[in-house]
């Protein structure tokens, strides 16, 4: 019995982790030291003024490149087993500032809360996330054309 119930466990994440919605709510409560939550035009005058700052998308590959991604955007799949080893693979430099995002910001909260367990200093999460910046107008790279 018991290993049927964790099937179904099993599988409903599977499908909820399939899914384009980001299915993790930003959690509430104080942002660690270095992590600092910032608006959408924020985020994109960042992206737009300064070369030093890494642009992190913690989404799945469909949502990437489906539904398209922030400028000079590096993907990562929060929802990877090796999510820490594969965040290595980017070669981020811990001292210099990041933005972190995912759909509407449960997973890129979760992130910074890592990222700042590593070391990192500077982690912006915009306001909404991916959802906001879309609705906001921003740019947007690389979406699949329907």
Not at 83 to 93: C, S, V, Y
Not at 119 to 124: L, Q, W
């Amino acid at each position: 019995m018991l290993q049927k119930i964790l099937a179904l466990c099993l599988i409903h994440f599977s499908f909820s982790v399939a899914g384009e919605k980001d299915t993790i709510p930003p959690s509430r409560g104080a942002l660690p030291t270095g992590v600092r939550e910032i608006s959408i035009d924020e985020a994109e005058k960042l992206i737009r003024e300064r070369n030093d700052i890494a642009v992190i998308d913690v989404r799945t590959a469909p949502e990437f490149f489906e539904l398209g991604h922030l400028p000079r955007a590096q993907m990562v799949d929060y929802f990877r087993e090796d999510f820490i080893a594969a965040l290595g693979t980017l070669k981020l430099d811990p001292a210099k500032p990041c933005i972190v995002y995912c759909a509407i910001g449960g997973r890129a909260r979760r992130v910074a809360e890592k990222m700042a367990k590593l070391g990192y200093n500077e982690i912006f999460l915009p306001k909404g996330s991916f959802k906001a910046w879309k609705d906001a107008g921003k740019p947007i790279v690389g979406a699949a054309k329907k």
